[in-house]
């Protein structure tokens, strides 16, 4: 477990789904943490101080360690945190279980099913009516003035109907729960006495476009899935009281950084292991490479010196205002590239 003394910074804004997602898990593992509120759109100069260029939130400090990515910054807290009566553990324990995990998070992240939510969210929500707002948003996918978009973002026809066929997609993902693993009645999604990890991965997207008044209300209701309406109240209801006990801070922007980089580093160096990424360019410790995400915010690179590389992760160390930084990536969805 990393030192108490490292602070524990999360980076996010309160309309994001992802950001909830690590709020809820350190909340249900009672890790104390601080937050630095975020605009909704660029610049970040507070993320962009630490010396990190990835543009998209969740971002999780723990010292002068980076973690980029809710996946990842999950991954990392399971590992550092590791079980005890102070922090619960809150994977599943059997291989059936942790699959159920691992899938729920596949379907939630991986599936495009994050796409169909936004479509969804409601029209007088005011971002969406702000030009600035929707030209940041527009350069997160990629689409810059005067530059050719990526083939994904081409607008395509039938955008009025944009709406109704995300409906159906998220619709189908409930019908997917409220049928099968929610379907005997059952309080949590593996069968427990609390909440898990489980819960977490299936629940914060859900959760998230309740909050925002997302579901069109004919296709998707308290009536037609009952068992998940009843299953997001029991958990925000459980959230909700934690976080009472024990409210996370807020901190600026330049208390962070200050904490960032008078702290140490969370983790050891590690190696650079023989990735295929790393074979094919030559790659060795200390050499300069750019990270970057290959979904969306791809025009935003982290370029450091690689510190480590394995199946898993990527670290690079990186300059910061007040001395460097390491920022770590998964390697799911994430470019490794020579700089
Ligand atoms: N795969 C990323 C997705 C993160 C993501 O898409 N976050 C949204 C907010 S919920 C975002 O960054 N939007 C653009 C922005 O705020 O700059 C993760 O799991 O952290």
């Known amino acids: 477990m ?12 309160m309309f994001s789904p992802v950001g909830r997602r690590i709020i809820w898990y350190m909340t249900l593992r009672n890790i104390p943490y601080t937050h630095c509120l975020q605009p909704l759109a660029l610049p970040r100069p507070d993320i962009a101080r630490i010396g990190v260029s990835y543009r998209r939130i969740p971002i999780l400090a723990i010292g002068r360690d980076i973690y980029l990515d809710s996946r990842l910054i999950i991954r990392k807290l399971e590992e550092l945190y590791p079980p005890s009566a102070a922090h619960p553990s809150l994977s599943g324990k059997t291989g059936d279980q942790r699959a159920i995990e691992r899938l729920l998070d596949v379907l939630m992240s991986d599936s495009g099913i994050f796409n169909n939510a936004i479509q969804l969210l409601p029209l007088d929500f005011p971002p969406l009516s702000d030009p600035d707002f929707l030209k940041d948003r527009a350069e997160l996918a990629g689409i810059v003035p005067g530059k050719i978009p990526p083939p994904q973002t081409n607008p395509g026809p039938g955008a009025k109907l944009e709406r109704p ?19 005997d009645g059952r309080d949590w999604v593996l069968k427990t006495d609390r909440p898990m990890l489980a819960d977490i991965e299936a629940v ?34 459980i959230i909700k009281e934690k976080a009472k006990t024990s409210p996370a801070e807020e ?11 008078d702290s140490g580093y969370a983790e050891r160096e590690g190696v650079v292991e023989n990735e295929l990424v790393a074979t094919v360019q030559g ?36 300059e910061g205002e007040n001395g460097n930084i390491r920022v770590h990536a998964p390697r799911h969805k994430f470019a490794v590239e020579a700089a």
């Open 165 to 183: 066929t995300a409906a159906a997609e998220i619709r189908d993902a409930m019908e997917l729960l409220e049928t099968t693993l929610l379907a």
């Open 283 to 318: 790659l060795k410790k200390g050499d300069l490479v750019s990270v970057y995400p290959t979904d969306n915010g791809f025009l935003h690179k982290d370029t450091g010196a690689l510190v480590s590389l394995n199946s898993k992760e990527v670290v690079i160390e990186v």
């Open 204 to 237: 914060w997207l859900f959760e998230w476009m309740l909050s925002m008044g997302s579901f069109p209300p004919d296709v998707i209701s308290p009536e037609i899935f009952p068992k998940i309406f009843a299953w997001i109240d029991r958990l925000s209801k």
């Open 2 to 13: 990393p030192s108490q003394d490292l602070p524990i910074i999360l980076y996010h804004y």
């Open 251 to 261: 901190i600026k922007g330049d208390v962070a950084a200050s904490k960032i980089f």
